[in-house]
């Protein structure tokens, strides 16, 4: 059974910087993983993923080039470096994982297996 522990949210000013952690156990084939976000009275989106099979790295338009997506595969732990937030960057953003190694962000329905979510809030 494949398990996701997601941590490093927390309290922010706008323009500042986060670290999110997913740590994935229990399952030691190739996979993806993807993060997504929901803010209050919003439907979830995707915001990055990222492919152990492939390398492959997608995300969505709204974060790039400030969002940074990365994995340590000795640690079987996936990063989402988050700069220049926003107030609109807030929500509880939770890691999942595709265990067809797949990276995509458009839909959730390939990802089986998820996280149990960390706030990220973004406010003066």
């Known amino acids: 059974q494949l398990q996701l522990v997601a941590s490093g949210g927390g309290l922010v000013q706008p323009g500042g910087s986060l670290r999110l952690s997913c740590v994935v156990s229990g399952f030691t084939l190739d996979y993806a993983i993807g993060w997504f976000r929901q803010a209050p009275g919003k439907e979830r989106e995707g915001v990055s993923c990222?492919?152990?099979?492939?390398?492959?790295?997608n995300y969505a338009d709204s974060v790039k080039g400030r969002f940074t997506i990365s994995s340590d595969n000795a640690k079987n732990t996936v990063y989402l470096q988050m700069d220049s937030l926003k107030p609109e960057d807030t929500g509880v953003y939770y890691c999942a994982a595709d265990r067809t190694g797949y990276c995509g962000i458009a839909t959730m329905t390939a990802y089986e297996y998820w996280g149990q979510g960390t706030q990220v809030t973004v406010s003066s």
């Open positions: 990222i492919s152990r099979v492939t390398g492959n790295t």
